[in-house]
């Protein structure tokens, strides 16, 4: 999706912070030591509309309800299948057009502030 050439409306949830089993060093592997997770999501979606009111809204509740599950998930090795996962939520709204996802693991290491994997996937490459 190029952002240059039309209009577009951008909705975020930024830093949501949720706990979840996750992570393939043996660590992580303790269930009741979770990581702790902070997930950034971004959605564009083409505005074909001069006012944003007839546009409606992009209702991202859905996308917050879904990481709000996140603590009773069973273990995943990969951050990069909850990306997935979330980028399957991100275009359950057809208007969406391009989403970014970022998931970083706070506290993962002493020196390191987070680590964490970010995608942006359009919805042409995601069907």
């Known amino acids: 999706m190029n952002l240059n050439q039309s209009d577009h409306i951008i909705v975020k949830l930024k830093n949501v912070v949720v706990e979840t089993a996750c992570g393939v060093h043996p660590w992580e592997r303790h269930p009741e ?30 996308i917050r ?20 996962e979330i980028v399957d939520k991100c275009f359950a709204d057809e208007r969406v057009g391009a989403c ?3 998931i970083m693991k706070l506290s993962i290491f002493n020196e390191v502030e987070a680590a964490g994997v970010e995608v942006y996937r359009t919805r042409a490459q995601w069907k």
């Open 33 to 62: 030591r979770p990581n702790k997770l902070s997930i950034d999501v971004t959605l564009f979606a083409k505005l074909q509309h001069r006012r944003l009111q007839e546009f409606g809204y992009i209702d991202y509740d859905q």
């Open 65 to 84: 309800d879904f990481l709000k599950q996140f603590p009773a998930r069973p273990h995943t090795d990969l951050l990069e299948t909850l990306l997935d």
């Open 100 to 102: 970014q996802v970022s």
